[in-house]
């Protein structure tokens, strides 16, 4: 059977796709795939572990039959319910172990992340062949766009999905971007604390000095910087219902003189300021409006201003993972750190310091992970199972991700470029005395 | 009168411009340029200033007028000996400062850092002009290749002009790269130390590791890390009389078992190794060959290995100032740090750590100069008088140019990009329990 025949038989249009469900009604075609398994299902069993290189798994098919092609212990088994979802894996693998994951036709027995990790390292190899299923389909694939427009459109989907769905698996300060573990047997409230005064520190604020943040999320890091720095923040966002959170909790800690939270787009900063502070932004840019994110920081910074920008990162330029993109994160891109460069370069701004942290976002996701398990039941109450599934593949494979070097965590912090207001080493960020 | 009149007015053959002398018999055409001043001179002075930014000088004409546009004290006082130089500045003052001041028809007096400083930044500013002088003529000039034969001439002009006479500027371990102060009033030979240091550290090697460098000098890093860091070392320099010197350090010091010297290029490097080092090289590689020298970094590196580039850089592409490449670096060219992500992006090497050390340069270069100025009658013994005007042009050009931002110093610590065995933060480079 070759790849082409392959890719007609399981072709569906995108919305059947959004509608599938575990155990609907057997459509005539549907009846067709749900045939016995014959040898050649084993077969191509085979072939698609085999693309994916060999990762240490056992796969049992619909009819009790196992395959296990790998050497030594299998880390999980997978559990392929019917044909169909065997035929969409070997025809997209990337985007269809997503989907066969949320309704069900796909079940994972034993170490989902380390599964996940075998499976992105085969993906990832076999993407460099020329001709992979990967690559093949992923030519044809839309992806969203990034105007004002789309960008609001895309936020909303995600981080306007209530609050309180948030509050059950973030740290209290609902930070939901990488930690940083000075140890790793931090806790993540700590490690989020620790994140910020990381960043603040690398800008050297100054009591009374002015700062902008674009994409501040609900507030945490504008709030920090206000109380603990004696900074006025003006913090930008398009999402609603983050900014309605983050506006409350400076009511309630006083802060309303000092943190200022705006709805807009990162594109309508105005003023002028001390620091400017991005983090976990860049990654819902899209890299066409680097250009211009550089442009806005040049336009608002003074002259011995400070920058960070703190991202996700991808080794080379790479979409990021397409079941991700569609099912999670419309609209987003994570750039390598030369494309990162391309914010910064045109305007002549000078890089201080690069750090990378892919660590503690693995660590930051497997806290996640832990109190997202933990709270599944309500999670479960609130939307669905299909939610759940989504979201726990989402957090076990970004976990992964980080993991296996397939994502990097980038923070760059930058001035202008014939400034020297800068530090004269970084000893400076690893002096235990804390300001 | 216009640029084009002026460029026809100046334009000699590259051959004539090699052989200028001060005091040569006159041409008939060079005592046409030196018909008395004329209230034209002293306008094309008011141009040239104005177009350089105003900076704050005082330019005294071979006629004895003085010319002083700025407001405020100037730094510095000027002597412009005759028309000829005067016109030769007019149609390409970043090349022609150079060749003037070589050959004594352009004096300063003063802070020649502080105006060069000036001079620098007026150029940048004047560059961004579509028509200025400099693009127009460095559309048309010449720079020097890098091939492996053009690369070995390259070096041998700059690193083989004796080891006596930079005996007479640099450190006893005569490093000729910007070195680490952990504080400005450091003495030259510790913060070359602490370089090295910091170099290893960032790498951080272990006993009995094995080491490559590329680009190794006259072999202090290479012979730190054999003596300190207890590492077998593989050195490649294409300098015959570095590596002559380096080799019978490794005598003297025992190491000749631990600490190796290759006469060959980068590209000829074989072998398997735990880090990979190049510190002051990348500037001779040309951004043509950025992507091969990845790859042979590729080719080299054990799958946990760990590798450092310490590059000159510049804030975005652009070429060397043409006069230093001509007359001091020929075929450098300092890349951007995103020009610098090209060796690695391609080959999936994950950045761990950037650190911009350019103030640590400028600081690494007020010391060479100091000393560079105790010796010089001993240079102008070795040389002569043409010679220590260009060593002491391009010293405190750098300086300036390093002071200025108009150059940075970017270190790159990598691994491969799916390597777990990178550090967990970077508070061991700031542990002063030192290793």
């Known amino acids: 059977m070759t790849r082409d025949s392959l890719e007609a038989l ?23 795939l749900q045939s016995p398994p014959t040898t050649i299902d084993g077969r ?6 085999e693309s994916l290189g060999n990762p240490p798994l056992r796969v049992s098919l619909w009819n009790g039959e196992s395959i296990a092609p790998g050497e030594g212990d299998a ?45 992105i390292a085969g993906l990832s190899a076999s993407a ?20 004002p427009a789309d960008a609001r459109d895309n936020i909303q989907r995600h981080y306007d999905l209530g609050n309180d769905f948030y509050r059950l698996w973030l740290d209290r300060g609902l930070s939901y971007t990488c930690a940083y573990f000075r140890a790793p047997d931090a806790t993540l409230e700590q490690a989020q ?38 900074v006025r923040v003006r913090a930008f966002n ?24 705006i709805e807009d787009d990162y594109r309508n900063i105005g003023g002028r300021f001390d620091a400017f502070v991005s983090v976990g932004m860049l990654e819902h840019v899209g890299p066409e409006h680097f250009r211009n994110l550089g442009g806005v920081i040049d336009r608002v910074l003074e002259p011995n201003g400070r920058g960070l920008l703190h991202s996700i990162g991808h080794l080379k330029p790479d979409p990021l993972n397409a079941w991700i993109e569609k099912r999670i994160f419309p609209g987003a891109y994570p750039p390598s750190l030369r494309e990162m460069l391309e914010v910064l370069e045109p305007w ?13 976002y693995a660590l930051t996701l497997e806290h996640w992970l832990r109190r997202f398990d933990a709270a599944s039941e309500r999670v479960r109450e609130m939307y669905d199972e299909r939610f759940v599934r989504a979201w726990r593949l989402y957090l076990c494979g970004s976990q992964a991700a980080f993991r296996s070097g397939e994502m990097q965590l980038f923070q760059v912090l930058f001035a202008r470029g ?3 207001a800068v530090p004269w080493t970084r000893a400076y960020l690893y002096d235990d005395a804390r300001g």
């Open 10 to 32: 399981v072709e569906t249009p995108a919305d059947s796709r959004e509608a599938a469900e575990p155990r609907r009604e057997p459509s005539p075609h549907a009846a067709a």
């Open 44 to 49: 191509l069993v085979r072939y698609l572990i």
């Open 75 to 119: 880390m999980a088994q997978v559990h392929i319910a019917n044909r169909a979802s065997l035929l969409k894996l070997l025809a997209d693998p990337e985007f269809q172990f997503g989907e066969c994951f949320c309704d069900g036709t796909i079940q994972v027995e034993g170490d989902l992340v380390g599964l996940l990790e075998s499976l």
């Open 128 to 147: 460099s062949a020329a001709r992979s299923p990967r690559s093949v389909i992923g030519r044809f694939r839309r992806r969203h766009g990034n105007s």
């Open 193 to 230: 604390i620790d994140k910020m005064d990381h960043v603040c520190r690398k800008l050297r604020l100054r009591p009374d000095e002015t700062v902008v943040e674009a994409g501040c999320g609900w507030g945490a890091l504008a709030l920090h910087m206000a109380a603990h720095y004696g």
């Open 238 to 261: 398009i999402s609603r219902e983050q900014v309605a959170h983050a506006r409350e909790q400076a009511c309630i800690l006083g802060l309303q003189q000092r943190a200022e939270f």
């Open 348 to 360: 002549s701004f000078s890089v201080l310091d690069v750090e990378n942290l892919r660590l503690h």
């Open 418 to 420: 014939r400034s020297n």
